[in-house]
């Protein structure tokens, strides 16, 4: 069985309908889902702000490419149109990190699926989301999320609200 943590965002149309979109085709497989979490957009600043979230997936079915066939498949069915790197986005999957059959992390240097997900110790916006979802949760290679987010200090989650208002599964919502 593989494990897959997924970053998601979208600061386009129905952001909260995006994210949700993910967790909806997950179905079973979803395992853990963080809060979302409100972002001031990142590389490119002249954008709306984004909703980010992190879910955590099993799936027998899927190797690492499979999860990131899957999260592409789904920013597709989503409207995504990819112009501008780092830009504005109906919706975002990106693999952080994969646990193979043997419990132990995929490594993939492939330009298409670097992983585990080279940007991952740098963004509050993943790290944050990540922690709430799976407190005891390792970032293969680099340590703990935990350690790595207190690392960034106060300025690495600068800009990130988290949104108690939303929920990734409406049935949640207060």
Known sequence: MTRAVLSLGSNLGDRIG???????DLGPALVAASPVVETAPWGVTDQPDFLNAVVVAEDPALDAWGWLRRGQRLEDASGRVREQRWGPRTLDVDVVQVTGDDGGPVVSTDPELLLPHPG?????TVLLPWLLAEPDAVLAGHGPVADLLEALGPGGVAGVTRRDDLTLRPEEAA
């Open 18 to 24: 995006h994210l949700r979109s993910v967790v909806a």
């Open 120 to 124: 991952t110790p740098e963004r509050g």
